[in-house]
């Protein structure tokens, strides 16, 4: 079975400044991590491999120096790594992210595809189900847990706001996982070692069949016009109430907030 | 063709300096493995070839790329800049220590626990055979990769620390270092694959600094030892499946009658005594060994019959590395701990961050322990690439283990009556950092290496 997962590398920090002039973000001088929700996607793709065997490509989309980052996934235990990067391809939004993906995805053949649900810097979830319907094969977001597979189908566990549903999908599909799901490996000495004798691939444009209207800037509709912090209002109101009455209060104006449902 | 050249080239060679001798007599050898094994390094042939060409032909250009090899060599010396490998290597050990290690740190203590499931989670990250090769079930890493990771998981908890040195200086080094390759294929791959620990005898309740002293006797009997006697002191012993142990074989020889052995756990006679309450690394195993009537085989002899002296005194020399990388690691957790509370506690109204005094000690503290760093990777560095290291070791376990004292005392004192108690870890820390001054060589003993080294 060929198990490809989609990875991005992220900006690990809270205070992620934002190029005023462009609205894009400023990632220099900013370290970089895998994103936690595609982490869990790989560690699920390595727990299948040790059940059933397979073959774990990664691919990433990003600049030149995303390559250290897909090392570390070889020193995780995957077997390979391939990183698109182009400057064809920078200023992608998610629209033109999944159409390089897919058209990656598409010469590199697979038999399911996993990805992180979203990414801690874009947080839009969409690039996973994006790409399912430019290959045009089922996807399942939310993944809490891969319950079962074979050559045909997949059972998983998905994770909503309030239920939990069971379902299975024919393969080939598209899985989006939660960081919560699992808990990632630790890289291994021996991997380490080994990594530096592996090489990352690397794709460019020319190495994919794809328009060139359809990627990077001129394949992204999304245009940030305005990019601004939120200013928070810290209005505060006192009661002094009896404890019932406080906890009545409180849980009143949970729901009215819509903060908690029942 | 190139066999001719190579040889008059270390023909030549032996009239420069030795330093530029060892370097081309290292070239030679490259090549000449190359050769034989037919190994497909075309970019090592080409740079060779150059070489003995230039070598051959201009001798200044050899000049250049020599000084090219000696300010790279110098590079990997003075500036420490970690490979991309060692830096990966140590992302795993801080993020291990971090989540694995540190929660553990304090329980163990308390409760002289040994850490059973941190050895097996170590195992899973193939870090108990960090620098052996790979045939050997190692990961074929570097020494500067071992030595990260004892520190790193010392900065969070000196007892595991020790568990890890001792299992990979002590117990494992000395059979990879000077055993047959019967042994090595026998005993190895469990090692380094961490299936089983190893452990160190030495010490005995008379033969402390004065090693020499051995009362264990190992008597012939056929083609069999049998061993008779005690060690005391022996990081590991009881949790460890793998031993090496010295017996003297002829006492009338002093040192040169002490040999080495390998004893496995569950050999007959000999047994666990009395398990130790110490001061600090409470987590570690430290127990007598005893042996009554122990039969060994001749195939359990490490090394020559009468060489234990030796073994035993080289294999501290490494072991040394990773102690004072242990005081190393100690006294960079006990400046974090310190660090952080200076910000958040306060006092007259401000963080005493903010004082002079606090300032001034954390910087004498870094100080010293960055000055401790440099010496420990350059011991590390120079036993990687085959330079003399033994004073360079006992140089670097003596600095960082005083180095480890002075600043968990200062971290004790920042932290005021708070640092006294148990709720933070640098009490810990100021306990642990105490025996980095004692085993493996006492701060004495490491002054009488230096200082023998000197007066030679």
């Known amino acids: 079975m060929k198990i490809v997962v989609l990875v991005k590398q992220v900006p690990d920090s809270t205070e992620i400044r934002v190029d005023k002039e462009t609205g894009t973000l400023i990632r220099a001088g900013v370290p970089s991590i895998i994103n936690p929700d595609d982490l869990a996607g790989v560690e699920a793709a390595l727990q299948l491999k040790e059940k059933n065997g397979a073959h774990i490509t990664i691919i990433s989309m990003g600049p030149p120096m995303a390559a250290d980052m897909l090392k570390e996934l070889y020193a995780r235990g995957v077997d390979d790594c391939i990183l698109i990067t182009d400057r064809a391809f920078a200023g992608a939004d998610t629209c033109a992210t999944s159409s390089t993906l897919a058209a990656a995805l598409n010469k590199v053949g697979y038999d399911l595809i996993i990805a992180g649900r979203q990414a801690i810097d874009g947080d839009t979830a969409q690039v996973g189900p994006q790409t399912a319907e430019r290959l045009g094969i089922p996807q399942v977001t939310y993944v809490d847990e891969i319950i079962d597979i074979n050559d045909t189908t997949v059972t998983v566990k998905k994770a909503l706001e309030d239920c939990e549903q069971i379902l299975e999908a024919k393969l080939p599909c598209v899985l989006t996982t939660l960081s919560g799901m699992n808990e990632p490996r630790y890289m291994n000495c021996n991997d380490i070692v080994d990594s530096f004798s592996k090489e990352v691939k690397i794709m460019t444009f020319n190495d994919l069949e794809i328009d060139a209207s359809k990627v990077g800037l001129a394949g992204s509709p999304t245009k940030v016009h305005h990019t601004f912090t939120k200013e928070v209002s810290a209005e505060t109101q006192t009661f002094t109430l009896p404890a019932d009455e406080t906890a009545k209060l409180i849980a009143k104006t949970l729901k009215e907030k819509q903060l908690i449902t029942k | ?456």
Not at chain 2, 250 to 274: N, V, W
């Open chain 2, 1 to 456: 063709m190139f066999i001719d050249t190579c040889y008059n080239l270390e023909k030549d060679c032996k009239k420069i300096s030795f330093q530029r001798y060892a370097w081309l007599k290292k070239l030679v050898k490259k090549i000449t493995i190359i050769l034989t094994h037919e190994k497909n390094s075309s970019k090592i042939i080409m740079d060779c070839a150059f070489i003995v060409k230039v070598y051959m032909r201009k001798k200044h250009v050899l000049q250049i790329l020599w000084f090219n090899y000696m300010y790279e060599e110098r590079r990997t010396f003075m500036d420490f800049m970690l490979t991309e490998q060692q830096k990966m290597m140590k992302k795993l050990f801080s993020e291990f220590a971090e989540k694995e290690v540190k929660p553990l740190a304090g329980e163990i203590d308390e409760e002289e626990r040994f850490p059973r499931e941190t050895v097996e989670k170590m195992r899973t990250c193939a870090m108990l055979g960090i620098p052996f090769p790979r045939e050997y079930g190692g990961a074929g890493a570097d020494y500067l990769s071992y030595i990260l990771a004892v520190e790193e998981i010392s900065k969070v908890c000196g007892t595991t620390g020790v568990v890890l040195s001792a299992h990979t200086s002590l117990g494992t080094t000395p059979i990879y270092m000077f055993g047959t390759d019967e042994q090595k294929k026998k005993y190895l791959p469990d090692l380094c694959s961490g299936k089983k620990l190893g452990a160190f005898g030495l010490t005995e309740p008379n033969a402390g600094t004065d090693a020499a002293g051995q009362q264990t006797t190992a008597v012939k009997d056929g083609d069999d030892y049998i061993i008779n006697g005690s060690k005391i002191f022996i990081t590991n012993a009881g949790e460890a499946d793998v031993y090496v142990i010295f017996a003297m074989t002829d006492k009338t020889q002093g040192t040169r009658g002490i040999s080495a052995f390998i004893l496995e756990k569950g050999t007959p006679g000999f047994t666990i005594g009395k398990h130790e309450k110490k001061l600090g690394i409470r987590g570690s195993a430290t127990s007598e060994l005893i042996f009554n009537n122990v039969r060994l085989s001749k195939d359990q002899l490490l090394g020559q019959e009468g060489k234990g002296f030796k073994i035993a005194m080289q294999t501290l020399d490494g072991g040394r590395i990773g102690i004072a990388a242990q005081a190393l690691g100690i006294a960079q957790g006990a400046i974090d701990e310190a660090v952080a509370y200076v910000k958040s506690r306060k006092q007259f109204g401000r963080p005493i961050a903010k004082f002079q005094n606090t300032q001034f000690q954390l910087a004498d503290m870094q100080t010293k322990t960055d000055a401790a760093r440099w010496m420990v990777y350059s011991a590390a560095m120079a036993k990687e690439t085959g330079q003399p290291y033994t004073y360079l070791a006992a140089e670097a376990k003596l600095f960082a283990a005083e180095v480890a004292m002075e600043v968990t005392t200062k971290a004790i004192q920042l932290l005021g009556g708070y640092g006294y108690t148990r709720d933070y870890p640098v009490e810990r820390m100021f306990r642990d950092a105490k025996i980095t001054e004692i085993y493996e060589g006492t701060s004495e003993v490491q002054r009488m290496v230096i200082s023998g080294q000197m007066l030679r």
